[in-house]
Structures are given as structure tokens and as C-alpha cells.
């Protein structure tokens, strides 16, 4: 692969809104990701694979947070996608009502463009709600939790 051919493939990830490409041959790994360390960085194992990142959007806005009724805290979605309470159909819940977070907690996933996207609450609390059903569709800024600070 040469550098005509990963730069068509950058065009095609802008073109198509796309945050992740990973291609993997016997002898050549390649992996472009947006929204990380500005530019493209290459790195290559002692095997003779080669890992390629290219900068072309900023990441996800960390979730927004707003002051609800009652004191609650509410954990809005930075972005449109699609809401998952666990990291796979398999696994249990990040969090369920009653759950302590720090603000580090993954609290659930937002699925956009086929890029799992984990949400962190960004405050210490207690879960008091839960906005929306698993596996459903959220828009940008909309309330997916309600956190009790501590």
C-alpha cells in the first residue's frame, strides 16, 4: 500500500463521516482513526507492521451536564447515535439506579458510525434515573441520566 492509497482512503472516511478504518494483511497492519493526536502518526512493530492515526475531526464533546429539578445532575449525549447500558449484549450494566459513579465512570455506550463511543458521568454521584431504554436511538443533548451529586 502505498501513500495514493491511504490518502483515498482519508477521502473516503471525510466523504462518508467515517471515524475508524483498520485494514490488516499478512505483512502490513494500518489502522486511520479521527479526532486524535493531530497528524498522521505511524508506528511500526518489530515485525514489520505498520500502524498509521490521521487527525481529521475533533473527538466526541465529553457529555454536557445541567442542573435538573431537584438538585440532580443530568448527563446529556455529545452526540447522536444509539444507547447502550452495557459494553455487549453479554455483559451486565455499567450502571443501574442507585449506582456511585466518579466522574472517570463509564456510565454507558453511544454507538455512532458503527464507533462504540463510552460515556463517562464527569461528576461524583448516585444514578437516579435512567432516561432512555436500552439499545435506543438519542440525540445530541438529550438527558440520558439523572446522577444525585456528592
Known amino acids: ?7 483515498a482512503i482519508i477521502d473516503l472516511m471525510k466523504k462518508n463521516s467515517i471515524s475508524e478504518f483498520e485494514l490488516e494483511r499478512q505483512d502490513f497492519k494500518i489502522r486511520l482513526r479521527r479526532g486524535g493526536i493531530p497528524g498522521p502518526t505511524y508506528e511500526e512493530s518489530g515485525n514489520g507492521n505498520v500502524a498509521a492515526s490521521q487527525s481529521m475531526a475533533p473527538a466526541p464533546a465529553p457529555p454536557a451536564l445541567a ?3 431537584g438538585g440532580d445532575v443530568e448527563i446529556k449525549s455529545p452526540m447522536i447515535g444509539t444507547f447502550y447500558r452495557a459494553p455487549s449484549p ?61
Open 1 to 7: 500500500m502505498d501513500l495514493k492509497d491511504i490518502k
Open 67 to 69: 442542573s435538573g429539578a
Open 90 to 150: 453479554e455483559s451486565g450494566n455499567y450502571v443501574e439506579i442507585g449506582s456511585e459513579v466518579s466522574p472517570d465512570s463509564v456510565v454507558c455506550i453511544i454507538e455512532a458510525m458503527k464507533v462504540m463511543n463510552e460515556i463517562k458521568a464527569e461528576v461524583r454521584g448516585i444514578i437516579t434515573s435512567i432516561l432512555i431504554d436500552n439499545a435506543k436511538p438519542v440525540e445530541f443533548g438529550q438527558p440520558i441520566f439523572k446522577i444525585k451529586p456528592l
